[in-house]
């Protein structure tokens, strides 16, 4: 009598329930914030209508963050997807330490984002960083490369940790689209054609195109909610040269206490991030999953 | 009868719960701070413990970024929060929000006043709110301009006085050869990044505000404009070598590459630290350039919580706690001070022979006392540690010449003068 084919919806409250209390409550209380002025230190919360997006899209920071948020999107997404496909297909094939070598590529991604930001200060940093000293011990430079505190290095050199923090990710994805390559393919692949690179572009890439696409919408989204790595190599700056979106979320909320325009930066980001998984996946060919 | 075996149970429970003093009487402070020294509060902690029977304290701590966000949101959720250390840039919001309560609300009468005669003037000016003092002090200094003196007699170059001075003193050392010879701070996220630039205005005798706290410091002829054009104009020059935290500073500067550099005292204790750095007993303070000489002073405070006012039991051990981490005869104050280099607001500890011998490994004892004595308070407002958020990132632009020094300070006024506006509208 109780059969899921007769009553599905209640079979699947169990589940739908906590994910409903645990999304649509936040989310809803979330844009009710970005209506309300929400200033932390008063207890009172009028409604203020749309005043708060206005004052985001109107202040002086937006078009910085948006600019920087949608820069920082383009070069990383591509690049993590490039330099983890290139990875992957140099740690597929079998060598001496080739075990060693997967353990050390796959490192970063244990790595908590605070970390990973330490890290790379001490790399980037102009005095006793890695790279300056490696650049002088070349005679390559005389002085020191301000990487983080130039406004034009200091982008660049969060987006090289940003991605340097998300490759081992593609690598394990790219890796397991390769090894479900039909192994006779290869070989046969390998027999007719001869150069590596023509047996990729016409063998390889169109068996792990779809989970290169899949990637690239999630290193997408990645890139342009990142947050952690802004905020403690940089903390946006300077000036406004590394501040994103998603900074700017923490920064209205718990630097300025305003949660209501902060959640109106939040809405701004979501809906952004909405016309971009759409964009990229109107852009993709229709028979792009079939038979997987 | 079952009734009547609850009830003498009761009875019983009660009467023990009479009879034993310990029990019935017991209070659990709750006692919130950042986590700067840990170990050393926490022995203070048991000390307060031991001399007082029946007050227990439980520390709760944060690391100093998060610190601020966390206790408004302790403020905000209800969590029970006793003590704190308090922050003269939070005290006026903190107090507005009726969060913090007056150390008048608590005290005996009498103690207060006779404890505010011995705390130095910009440290009582930061604890006061609307004329009522909220706090006594756990950490006061100032910020200070920081040279290396064997570079400078090296090569035969006096001690700067003016801004001017340490522009000219800077281009003969880079002519020289160093690269940068100033090592500066520059993290926009860290409060002390506006309150060093302050501290600089200070030194020319800025006055960033006016008597009504309307923005001054959009005008050109104002302290903190020129000085935030000496600061375009070092970064264009390629004088100044920036640095994310002051503990880089204190290692950079120990690399001899850098002379010059504008900090706490805390951090000049930590250069001249001969235990772990190799140019240790080279830096030296000289009294911040420009024409007044005057610096900025802040104070950290501890502060009870107006919940915990409003508890008499709780008010009274909470009045005893802090006037033990604070009050006479200033033990703690001086443990600070003598351990950790840190900067006191209690004046009598200048006098003490401990405190004089431990700072005098580090610091010039009477230029720090004259610096002392004419530091000024900063202005701390309702709105103004937001706006100091919001403003930092245009100071940061302005340094590195991403934003004209013009541009960043009108659009500062205006945003101060618009918060000023908005608080007192609501």
């Given amino acids: ?19 409903a209390l645990m999304t649509i409550y936040p989310i809803a209380y979330a844009l009710w914030t970005s209506m309300h002025s929400v200033l932390l230190l008063f207890p009172d919360t009028p409604f203020t209508g749309i005043d708060n997006y206005v004052r985001v899209v109107k202040s002086g920071y937006f078009l910085d963050a948006l600019y920087n948020s949608l820069l920082f999107t383009a070069i990383a997404a591509p690049l993590v997807v490039v330099l983890g496909t290139l990875t992957a297909l140099f740690l597929q094939r079998r060598f001496l330490g080739s075990k060693i070598v997967r353990s050390i590529v796959l490192l970063p991604w244990v790595l908590p984002g605070a970390i990973s930001a330490v890290l790379w200060i001490w790399v980037f940093h102009p005095s006793f960083g890695v790279l300056n000293g490696t650049l002088r011990a070349l005679g390559a430079i005389d002085g020191s490369i301000p990487w983080l505190t130039s406004p034009k290095l200091a982008l660049i050199s969060v987006v090289v940790a940003h991605v340097w923090t998300q490759i081992p990710f593609a690598v394990v994805l790219i890796m397991a689209a390769l090894s479900a390559i039909n192994s006779e393919t290869l070989e046969a692949a390998a027999i007719d054609c001869r150069s590596p690179a023509r047996r990729f572009r016409h063998v390889i890439l169109p068996e792990i195109k779809p989970m290169i696409v899949v990637l690239l919408i999630y290193n997408a989204l990645a890139a342009f909610t990142t947050y952690d790595l802004v905020y403690a190599m940089t903390g946006g700056g300077p000036g406004t040269a590394t501040t994103l979106l998603s900074f700017q979320i923490w920064k209205e909320s718990f630097s300025m206490y305003d949660f209501g325009t902060g959640s109106a930066v939040a809405f701004i980001v979501v809906a952004i991030s909405a016309v971009m998984i759409l964009a990229i996946t109107r852009a993709l060919p229709s028979d792009l999953f079939e038979g997987d | ?39 050393t509060i926490q022995d203070n902690v048991k000390k307060f413990e031991a001399a007082n029977p029946g007050i227990k304290v439980k520390v709760t701590d944060y690391t100093w970024p998060d610190y601020q966000d966390s206790l408004v949101l302790r403020f905000r959720g209800g969590t029970p929060t006793d003590v704190i250390y308090g922050g003269q840039d939070w005290l006026p919001a903190w107090a507005a929000g009726g969060f913090v309560a007056p150390l008048d609300d608590i005290a005996p009468a009498g103690a207060v006043d006779d404890l505010k005669k011995d705390i130095a003037g910009f440290a009582l000016s930061d604890m006061t709110y609307k004329g009522k003092l909220y706090g006594l002090p756990y950490y006061a200094d100032t910020i200070s301009f920081i040279y290396n003196k064997k570079i400078l007699e090296d090569k035969g170059i006096a001690v700067p006085k003016t801004w001017e001075e340490v522009t000219a003193a800077a281009e003969e050392l880079k002519a020289g050869g160093m690269e940068h010879p100033i090592s500066y701070e520059y993290n926009q996220e860290l409060p002390n990044f506006f309150d060093a630039f302050v501290a600089q205005a200070y030194g020319r005798g800025a006055q960033l505000f006016d008597a009504e706290q309307k923005a001054a410091f959009d005008n050109p002829e104002n302290g903190a404009y020129k000085q935030l054009q000496w600061l375009a104009d070092a970064f264009s020059k390629g004088l100044v070598q920036p640095e994310t935290h002051e503990s880089k500073i204190i290692l950079a500067m120990n690399t001899g590459q850098h002379a010059f550099t ?35 002073g802040f104070s950290k405070f501890y502060a009870v919580t107006a ?22 005869p200033y033990t703690v104050a001086k443990r600070w001070a003598a351990e950790k280099g840190l900067g006191f607001g209690q004046l009598p500890l200048f006098e003490d022979q401990s405190v004089i011998e431990a700072w005098g490994k580090w610091i010039d004892m009477p230029t720090l006392k004259q610096q002392v004595a004419t530091a000024r308070a900063g202005t701390w407002t309702e709105w103004g540690s937001q706006w100091s958020a919001y403003f930092r990132p245009l100071l940061a ?19 101060w003068n618009q918060m000023r506006e908005q608080f007192a509208s609501r």
């Fill in chain 2, 262 to 296: 504008v900090v706490f005292n805390y951090v000049l204790a930590a250069m001249n630290n001969a235990a772990d750095q190799p140019l240790a007993g080279q830096f030296a303070l000289a009294p911040m350039p420009g024409e007044a000489h005057t610096t900025l």
């Fill in chain 1, 1 to 19: 009598m109780w059969t899921t084919q007769r009553f599905p919806a209640i079979w699947l409250l169990p589940a739908l329930l906590p994910v």
């Fill in chain 2, 397 to 415: 632009k302005a340094m590195v010449g991403e934003a004209p020094v013009e541009q960043v300070m009108k659009d500062g006024a205006e945003r």
């Fill in chain 2, 307 to 328: 919940k915990t006012a409003a508890d008499p039991a709780r008010a009274e051990a909470a009045w005893k706690f802090i006037n033990f981490m604070a009050g006479k």
């Fill in chain 2, 1 to 39: 009868m079952k009734l009547c075996k609850l009830l003498t149970a009761a009875v019983l429970v009660s009467g023990a719960f009479l009879t034993n003093p310990t029990m019935a009487e017991d209070i659990t402070l709750e006692f919130a701070v950042w986590n700067y020294s840990l170990e």
